[in-house]
Structures are given as structure tokens and as C-alpha cells.
């Protein structure tokens, strides 16, 4: 059964700085890409960044690109996405997502709260 | 980027009816366009991938037809489990974008 469990996710002051992780399991998790998606409080889906299956290709939104960096590690099973500068609009459940096919996500984990507040 | 517009914001059904939901793109995608569902207090789910494929274990009253820019979800018959919120995805490009989304709600 493929399982996808985040963690470090919490509270954190404007222009902190937070890295969350996505332990993999139940697949051969060094062939898949892997990405995240956020969903800030009663709104929709917002792609935030992927990652290829070796860890050399790296993709991220606009509103994002510069203040964050996902990474893999396809030893531990992990995907990570390191979070810097943090604004109030970054305030979302952040979901962490198998790739089933080039950003077609199959399986998803159940979230973690980032909350930026002062 | 490709922005996603879908359409309506809201249908109001019976469980039995048919469901027709619909996802333009700002440019074409090809067929490079899912459907996930989404229930309150859930992850996503993958219902449809390049444009009218099924996912696994997805039941045959879902249905997704279109390339290019105009896209539909069809939900044959409504059932109860059925009422969520839908939305359209494209990988033709980055950045990844979604629609804003479709309620789904019981009339």
C-alpha cells in the first residue's frame, strides 16, 4: 500500500523559515517524480514544486520560485521541501504528492498545517 | 501560464442525475488534463488523466472528453459519495496549474 506522511509543518513568523518532509513508502519511490501542493483555508489547489525521479530536475510555482527548494533523498524514501522567507499567503495545508506520470499526482498524503503569523 | 477557468462554480444536483462539468484552458493543453475530486477534510483524488483516461479504481460513471482547450467531467449518474468539490489540472506546461474548482453539491 503506498503511503506518503509528511512532517514539519507548524507556526512561524513572517520571513522564517520552515522544512517539511515526505517519508515514501510502498513503492519503488527512486522511480517516481514527487511534488507538493498547497491549499490555503477554504481555498483551491495550488501546484507549489516538483521534483524528477533522480533528483535533477526541480520545478516551482512563480509565487515561490527563489524562496523555496525541494530535494530528495532516495535513499530514506524522502522528499523535502525547504521553506524560506515565509509570507501570510504561504499560510496553507501543504500536500505531498506521487507522481504518477510527468505531474499526473496518483497518491497523495493527508497535509500538514504551515500557518506564517506573527 | 496557463490559466484553467472552470465552469460552473457550483451545480446543484439529485443523486441519479447527470453531472457535466467543464475546464477551459487560456491555451491549448492538448490532452494533458486531469480531474481530481476532493471531499471535505481529504487529499485529492485522481479520477481522470490525460483527458479521458480513468484511474485506477475509478467507477465507469466518470467520464472526461476534450483536447486542446475545452474539457468535460461527466458523472453518468450521481451517487451519494459523488458530492465533493472537482478540479482540472494541466501538465502541458510549467507551471502546473489548476482550475478553482466545482462544488458539486445535493440540490
Known amino acids: 500500500e503506498v503511503q506518503l506522511l509528511e512532517s514539519g509543518g507548524g507556526l512561524v513568523q513572517p520571513g522564517g523559515s520552515l522544512r517539511l518532509s515526505c517519508a515514501g513508502s510502498?513503492?519503488?519511490?527512486?522511480?517516481?517524480?514527487m511534488g507538493w501542493v498547497r491549499q490555503a483555508p477554504g481555498k483551491g489547489l495550488e501546484w507549489v514544486s516538483s521534483?524528477?525521479?533522480?533528483?535533477?530536475?526541480?520545478f516551482y510555482a512563480d509565487s515561490v520560485k527563489g524562496r523555496f527548494a525541494i530535494s530528495r533523498d532516495n535513499f530514506r524514501n524522502t522528499v523535502s521541501l525547504q521553506m524560506n522567507s515565509l509570507r501570510a499567503d504561504d499560510t496553507a495545508l501543504y500536500y505531498c504528492?506521487?507522481?504518477?506520470?510527468?505531474?499526473?499526482?496518483?497518491?497523495w498524503g493527508q497535509g500538514i498545517w504551515v500557518t506564517v503569523s506573527s | 501560464e496557463i490559466v484553467l477557468t472552470q465552469s460552473p462554480a457550483t451545480l446543484s444536483l439529485s443523486p441519479g442525475e447527470r453531472a457535466t462539468l467543464s475546464c477551459r484552458a487560456s491555451?491549448?493543453?492538448?490532452?494533458?488534463l486531469a480531474w481530481y475530486q476532493q471531499k471535505p477534510g481529504q487529499a485529492p483524488r485522481l479520477l481522470i488523466y490525460?483527458?479521458?483516461n480513468r484511474a485506477t479504481g475509478i467507477p465507469a460513471r466518470f467520464g472526461g472528453s476534450g483536447s486542446g482547450t475545452d474539457f468535460t467531467l461527466t458523472i453518468s449518474s450521481l451517487e451519494p459519495e459523488d458530492f465533493a468539490v472537482y478540479y482540472c489540472?494541466?501538465?502541458?506546461?510549467?507551471?502546473?496549474?489548476f482550475g478553482q474548482g466545482t462544488k458539486v453539491e445535493i440540490k
Open positions: 504528492a506521487k507522481d504518477a506520470s510527468n505531474s499526473w499526482f496518483d497518491y
Open positions: 510502498g513503492f519503488t519511490f527512486s522511480n517516481y517524480g
Open positions: 521534483v524528477t525521479p533522480g533528483g535533477d530536475n526541480t
Open positions: 491555451q491549448t493543453v492538448s490532452n494533458y
Open positions: 490525460d483527458a479521458s
Open positions: 489540472q494541466q501538465r502541458s506546461s510549467w507551471p502546473r496549474t
